[in-house]
């Protein structure tokens, strides 16, 4: 009996971390609503260089318990939310993508769980099979591979979204010591 349950220490002892570190980032994340940041696009491919001519704000607008709503304004495209939700089971990410007129987009819902690699300033989300389903159905199958993080670093004044896949890196950065006016409006509300 004493071998089995000190095999089993070591699955209790990640489990908690896993939720400490989800806790801690939450925490984090928590502390920045209500707020809206001007961001800058800091990767380097080329495909993103529309994005870099545009002035980027995200506001940290809606707040629950299990649920942090931040809409992304990329010029005058207040299209994007990213969608960040809490339960027993973990964290999760995922994206609405909405047109002017409040309809959804095609490519709208995607995202995936908090992968156990994560930590308290940095969760990463891989693509999960609902969103691996809609890429494949939506004839984007590259995109099955990836993999998006937030990044929460009170202390370096930082909140960082990513996507990663092969061949392709984007990286947006927002200064968190620096608030700014929210944006009008996301389509849709």
């Given at each position: 009996?004493?071998?089995?349950?000190t095999?089993?220490a070591?699955?209790?002892?990640?489990?908690?971390?896993?939720?400490?570190?989800?806790?801690?980032?939450?925490?984090?994340?928590?502390?920045l609503?209500?707020?809206?940041?001007?961001g800058?696009?800091?990767?380097?491919?080329?495909?993103d260089?529309?994005?870099?001519?545009?002035?980027?704000?995200?506001?940290?607008?809606?707040?629950?318990?299990?649920?942090?709503r931040?809409?992304?304004?990329?010029?005058?495209?207040?299209?994007?939310?990213?969608?960040?939700?809490?339960?027993?089971?973990?964290l999760?990410?995922h994206?609405v993508h909405?047109?002017?007129?409040?309809?959804?987009?095609?490519?709208?819902?995607?995202?995936?769980?908090a992968?156990?690699?994560?930590?308290?300033?940095?969760?990463?989300?891989?693509?999960?099979?609902a969103?691996?389903?809609?890429?494949?159905?939506?004839?984007?199958?590259?995109?099955?591979?990836?993999?998006?993080?937030?990044?929460?670093?009170?202390?370096?004044?930082?909140?960082?979204?990513?996507?990663e896949?092969?061949?392709?890196?984007?990286?947006?950065?927002?200064?968190?010591?620096?608030?700014?006016?929210?944006?009008?409006?996301?389509?849709?509300?």
């Amino acid at each position: 009996m004493f071998l089995r349950i000190t095999a089993l220490a070591p699955l209790v002892l990640l489990s908690s971390c896993a939720s400490g570190a989800e806790d801690e980032f939450w925490d984090r994340l928590s502390l920045l609503c209500g707020k809206a940041f001007e961001g800058e696009i800091v990767s380097t491919d080329a495909v993103d260089d529309d994005w870099r001519a545009q002035r980027v704000v995200m506001h940290v607008r809606d707040c629950s318990e299990s649920e942090i709503r931040i809409p992304l304004a990329v010029g005058e495209d207040r299209s994007r939310t990213w969608v960040l939700s809490r339960n027993a089971g973990g964290l999760a990410l995922h994206h609405v993508h909405l047109h002017e007129d409040g309809t959804e987009d095609p490519v709208t819902g995607y995202g995936g769980a908090a992968s156990e690699n994560s930590s308290g300033s940095r969760q990463t989300f891989p693509a999960d099979d609902a969103t691996k389903a809609l890429f494949d159905r939506e004839g984007i199958p590259v995109s099955k591979a990836n993999t998006w993080a937030i990044e929460v670093r009170p202390t370096h004044s930082l909140f960082a979204y990513e996507l990663e896949r092969p061949e392709r890196f984007f990286r947006v950065e927002f200064d968190t010591s620096a608030p700014v006016d929210p944006p009008p409006p996301h389509w849709g509300e």
